[in-house]
């Protein structure tokens, strides 16, 4: 079956700029999360989402983040006012609930470098 | 600061030996350990786990073991093959850190040579 999918795979903006970043799950998978993968580092949690809503978004690294699911299947990472410390490889998994124990499948993320 | 680290960025094997890559971790919360395995330009892949219960877990090719009282865990390969040249994280999760929140490693790139 189709695993996770993410668009686009390379964005390049310039700083200030804002950008949207989309995560396509698993079907019927119900916990959704979001990374971010910088040069030379693993992956660094930055939200969850169990259905609709932001179970735990303490990875956001401050305001200019943002992330919806609306109805609980694709998801949208949104980064306003850019910077070039914001390039990285955005990375984002679904699992079919969510809690220990439970795979977390990746997608092949979305590079994104701020000029 | 990085609770989980990979001291090793790389390792090379001959294609048929051991591979054995190692991971440390600081947060004794932790009790939930897994291995992802990276291709260029793909996602992370899930390739095995072990909860803090076990000391072991095999899988194939693949064991992992576990280490509490020292916070450390290794990934053994055997035999390595060249469709193992990937890049491994290690990775861990806690009821008590955010069960959902994996912290990852650095990575360790391992070159299988034929």
């Known amino acids: 079956g189709a695993g996770v999918s993410q668009t686009p795979s390379n964005k390049v903006t310039e700083k200030g700029k804002y950008v949207e970043l989309r995560c396509d799950p698993i079907s019927g998978h119900t916990a959704l999360y979001w990374y971010r993968q910088s040069l030379g580092q693993g992956p660094e949690f930055l939200i969850y989402f169990q259905g609709t809503g932001a179970a735990d978004d303490s990875g956001l690294p401050n305001d200019r983040f943002f992330a919806v699911r609306p109805e609980g299947s694709v998801s949208t990472l949104k980064i306003q006012r850019t910077e070039r410390g914001d390039s990285a490889v955005y990375l984002c998994?679904?699992?079919?609930?969510?809690?220990?124990?439970?795979?977390?499948?990746f997608g092949p993320g979305t590079r994104l470098t701020v000029l | 600061d990085q609770q989980v680290k990979q001291n090793s960025p790389s390792l090379s094997v001959q294609e048929g030996r051991i591979s054995i890559l190692n991971c440390d971790y600081t947060?004794?919360?932790?009790?939930?350990f897994l291995w992802y395995k990276k291709y260029p330009a793909e996602g992370p892949t899930f390739l095995i786990s072990?909860?803090?219960?076990?000391d072991k877990n095999e899988d194939g090719r693949f064991t992992v073991f576990l280490n509490k009282s020292a916070k450390h865990l290794s990934l053994h390969i055997v035999p390595s093959q060249p469709g193992d040249s990937a890049v491994y994280f290690c990775a861990a999760s806690g009821s008590q850190t955010g069960a959902n929140n994996l912290f990852f490693g650095t990575g360790t790139r391992l070159t299988v040579i034929p």
């Open positions: 998994a679904s699992s079919v609930t969510s809690g220990l124990g439970n795979e977390q499948f």
């Open positions: 072990i909860s803090s219960i076990k």
């Open positions: 947060n004794s919360m932790f009790d939930y």
